[in-house]
């Protein structure tokens, strides 16, 4: 409770991997494509979710998920590949199911982790695209992201991101297996940044 532990020795001597500044009570964790782990959680009054990812068996992890839409706390985690994308869902006691369809992985350069100096959204690509394109942006602050799909009368028609994230560079797999044939806007929204880009989807 608070932290997730490793051992390397048969479970003799375990040690700490992921010990939150604000340590959660962890209820799940799990393993995806043999390397990447997920470990999930929830704390504070009323319940907030939090959600790690870790690429290298836990010796750093990143923050995926921070949300306050539970009045109660976690208790179970099930992570789903599906065409290398991992679907990740979470019971919880009397919420409901939650679920994330495109985990966000961080983009790592050479030299390690980039830090942003500012807000930015990309063009995704390929543009035009068939059934799956790529969104890559920046996040220059701690802040709660969203990125919404819009169709050309301005209705929203499907989220990509709405959690929150830590200063990084980012890509999402964006799947449009719900929408039609069509012109569409994404909309990015944090921390009073706000960008909108164009895309074609073509079936």
């Known amino acids: 409770m608070g932290a997730v532990l490793k051992t390397d020795d048969g479970g003799d ?4 991997v992921l010990a939150p ?14 390397t990447i782990l ?3 959680g929830s704390t504070g009054e009323p319940k907030r979710l939090l959600f790690y990812r870790s690429s290298n068996e836990g010796l750093s992890w990143d ?14 985690l099930l992570v789903l590949q599906n065409e290398g994308v991992d679907n990740i869902f979470f019971g919880t006691w009397g919420d409901g199911v939650f679920s994330y369809a495109n985990v966000i992985t961080a983009v790592d350069d ?3 982790r980039t830090v942003p100096s500012a807000f930015s959204l990309r063009q995704n690509y390929p543009n035009p695209f068939n059934s799956e394109t790529i969104i890559r942006f920046n996040v220059a602050r ?13 209705r929203r028609v499907q989220t990509i991101v709405e ?24 909309r990015m929204n944090a921390d ?10 073509v079936r």
């Open 38 to 40: 997920y470990a999930s």
């Open 163 to 186: 959690t929150y994230l830590t200063p990084g560079q980012y890509s999402i797999k964006f799947a449009s297996r719900s929408l039609s044939t069509g012109v569409y806007f994404y």
């Open 21 to 34: 500044s604000e340590p959660p009570a962890f209820v799940g964790l799990a393993l995806s494509r043999d």
């Open 192 to 201: 009073g940044f706000v960008d909108t880009k164009k895309f074609v989807l």
């Open 110 to 112: 050479a030299t390690g």
């Open 63 to 76: 923050t995926i998920a921070h949300t306050n839409k539970l009045t109660n706390g976690v208790n179970e």
């Open 142 to 154: 701690s802040s709660h992201v969203k990125i919404n799909v819009f169709d050309t009368l301005g």
């Open 13 to 16: 001597n375990w040690f700490p």
